[in-house]
Nanobody, 120 residues
Framework: VQLQASGGGLVQPGGSLRLSCAVSGSFFSINDMGWYRQAPGKQRDVVAAITRGGTTTYAGSVKGRFTISRDNAKNTVYLQMNSLKPEDTAVYYC???????????????WGQGTLVTVSS
């Protein structure tokens, strides 16, 4: 199972970016998916999460600006980031709880991280 994240880059304050993360490989099901971020010198924190059924949760600092969504047919999770602020600068990691076979329990998998820099 592999997670491939993309969409990071440099954007000015107030701008927008859309992150994508596709899950590939052999698996039985994908359950919760989410995005985390880690700024320099800080711990990795959750940004947003979404269940297989589409229920979403957000960190308070991004609520109203970021939107998480998923396409179960494409095994992909997205993070639409609007009204970006310099404090949103971080490496963003996608996460998925994947069940590889019907007999196994869920395991956490991580993408490689994509850098988002918000600066003028």
């Amino acid at each position: 199972v592999q997670l491939q994240a993309s969409g990071g880059g440099l954007v000015q304050p107030g701008g927008s970016l859309r992150l994508s993360c596709a899950v590939s490989g052999s698996f039985f099901s994908i359950n919760d998916m989410g995005w985390y971020r880690q700024a320099p010198g800080k711990q990795r924190d959750v940004v947003a999460a979404i269940t297989r059924g589409g229920t979403t949760t957000y960190a308070g600092s991004v609520k109203g600006r970021f939107t998480i969504s998923r396409d179960n047919a494409k095994n992909t999770v997205y993070l639409q980031m609007n009204s970006l602020k310099p404090e949103d600068t971080a490496v963003y990691y996608c996460n998925a709880q994947v069940q590889r076979t019907w007999a196994e329990t869920r395991r956490n998998y991580w993408g490689q991280g994509t850098l988002v820099t918000v600066s003028s």
